[in-house]
């Protein structure tokens, strides 16, 4: 039951977030979790390839990583979130990766180690338990927190972007949808 409950609680945040960005979400905790893991999927590919190579060095200070370090960093995360679940976790190597095409082509190998995951993902599966490290979690819980860490992650990206003078892919595609777009305010 407690694990339900962490699920269903999981699948109500991602609901409301959702809801606030105004995406339709199909009833069901599987539909729910694969639509807020396309929406991110989709922004943080968009900003990987919009960002010009000369800044995948750019970072606005010292401490923090620079952009490719932050695709690295989403692309050996998913790589090692998502394998938990299909398999033997693996560990990625983008980390290792300098060039812009090396980074993108890791960002997509993560990216199809997660839709493998997320195929399999359903309401009667999504709280079987799936142990990773010392823990377990749900299936829908594991792919939850992906998508969640992806959603901090294109954040800081969205950031650097915009210092870049870039807008950032969400802004963009709200902009041609009529929403608030490239004004400036959201990410």
Known sequence: MRHFLST???AAAFSASAFAQGMALPPGIAAET?????????????????????????APVPEEMTFGGWVAHV??????ICST?????K?????????????????????AE???????LTDANATELIAYGRGQNTRAGRLGYNSAHDQECYGSMAV??????????????????????ASGRGR
């Not at 692309?75 to 090692?80: E, K, P, S, Y």
């Not at 997660?114 to 399999?120: E, I, R, V, Y």
């Open 34 to 58: 694969r639509t807020v893991y396309t929406a991110v999927k989709t922004n943080l590919l968009a900003a990987a390839n919009a960002m010009p190579e000369a800044n995948y060095s750019f």
């Open 91 to 111: 560990r990625g190597d983008a980390a290792t990766k300098t060039t812009k095409a090396d980074l993108i082509a890791a960002l997509n190998a993560s990216f």
């Open 114 to 120: 997660c839709d493998k995951a997320m195929d399999t």
């Open 160 to 181: 650097y972007m915009r210092i870049k003078g870039i807008v950032p892919p969400s802004t963009a595609a709200r902009a041609t949808a009529g929403g608030r777009g």
């Open 85 to 89: 679940l299909n398999g033997p976790t």
């Open 75 to 80: 692309a050996d995360a998913q790589t090692g």
């Open 8 to 10: 269903a609680i999981i």
